[in-house]
Nanobody
Framework: VQLQASGGGLVQAGGSLRLSCAAS????????VGWFRQAQGKEREFVAA????????PYADSVKGRFTISRDNAKNMVYLQMNNLRSEDMAVYYC????????????????????WGQGTLVTVSS
């Protein structure tokens, strides 16, 4: 499984970006796909995940109400719509995949994912 994250860039505080994660594989619909982020000098943290079937896990508290995860199985894509961006959202965003369904506690843990994309940088200017 190969993952390609894209859509990062420079945005002003309060602005929006949509990140995309393109995945390879014929069984994409069976993947749990998660978004994680890592700010400079900080540990990687969970943002949101999409389970097989399209349901999402709870979002990280820091992004709840501002970010939305979605997927298009026909296109092997998962998206992260990020609205009302803040300076604290500035990070490298990674998508990751696990073949199969993860329960919430697993989906929120980076160690549960077997495949990772290269990351896309989101910069928020104030």
């Amino acid at each position: 499984v190969q993952l390609q994250a894209s859509g990062g860039g420079l945005v002003q505080a309060g602005g929006s970006l949509r990140l995309s994660c393109a995945a390879s594989g014929r069984t994409f619909s069976t993947y749990t796909v998660g978004w994680f982020r890592q700010a400079q000098g900080k540990e990687r943290e969970f943002v949101a995940a999409s389970r097989p079937g399209g349901s999402s896990t709870p979002y990280a508290d820091s992004v709840k109400g501002r970010f939305t995860i979605s997927r298009d199985n026909a296109k092997n894509m998962v998206y992260l719509q990020m609205n009302n961006l803040r300076s604290e959202d500035m990070a490298v965003y990674y998508c990751a995949a696990h073949i199969g369904r993860l329960i919430t506690s697993q989906a929120m843990s980076a160690s549960a994912y077997d495949y990772w994309g290269q990351g896309t940088l989101v910069t928020v200017s104030s």
